[in-house]
Nanobody, 128 residues
Framework: QVQLVESGGGSVQAGGSLRLACAVS????????MAWFRQRPGKAREGVAF????????YYSDSVKGRFTISEDNAKNTLYLQMVDLKPEDTAMYYC?????????????????????WGQGTQVTVSS
């Protein structure tokens, strides 16, 4: 069954905004580590945002810090990525990822191998 479903992608001009959503059907949702990744054309998949409930801290890659915000609605089992001031280099397929590993290593939060569950992705295209 489909466990992570992203939505909200689209085409915008530089400077625009989008909010991505990831509907999660993994239970209990609160016990999963959640992150957003993206894969730009010709590039490897990269982590961009991670939500750390234990530390009540969110982490971002340097390329999106100050422009992207990760959040969640536990009641809806949904993860969000608010993106503002989008740039052409943000053009990518965006994925949400989840892991319930008891041995999850926070130091590897932006490594794809840390996550067992992935959505199908949602495309974001930013034109100049």
């Amino acid at each position: 069954q489909v466990q992570l479903v992203e939505s909200g992608g689209g085409s915008v001009q530089a400077g625009g905004s989008l909010r991505l959503a990831c509907a999660v059907s993994l239970y209990p949702y609160s016990e999963y580590f959640m992150a957003w990744f993206r894969q730009r054309p010709g590039k490897a998949r990269e982590g961009v945002a991670f939500i750390d409930r234990d530390d009540n801290t969110n982490y971002y890659s340097d390329s999106v810090k100050g422009r992207f915000t990760i959040s969640e609605d536990n009641a809806k089992n949904t993860l969000y990525l608010q993106m503002v001031d989008l740039k052409p280099e943000d053009t990518a397929m965006y994925y949400c990822a989840a892991s319930r590993s008891n041995n999850f290593n926070i130091g590897r939060m932006f490594k794809s191998a840390s996550y067992a569950y992935w959505g199908q992705g949602t495309q974001v295209t930013v034109s100049s």
